[in-house]
């Protein structure tokens, strides 16, 4: 992981493995991805804004990959 919460403010990409993936059906994706601003990171819970508006937070615990993008293409 190269994500670090100096990284607040910033477009990330995260990977993090998503709840109970381990009682999934085969097939299934074990993991999820998220794309957007880094708005916080507190208290082990990251929270990241997509381009639509939508917040996603993600458990620092979970997290599997992350990354810094540059700014997102208008």
Known sequence: MRITPADVGQRVSVRFWVEGAAAREPGEPAHSDAVGVL????DGWL???WRDGRLTTV???ALVAG???PP???
């Open 59 to 61: 458990d620092e615990q």
């Open 39 to 42: 708005e916080s990171w507190a």
């Open 47 to 49: 929270s990241i804004r």
């Open 72 to 74: 997102s293409p208008r």
């Open 67 to 69: 990354k810094t993008l």
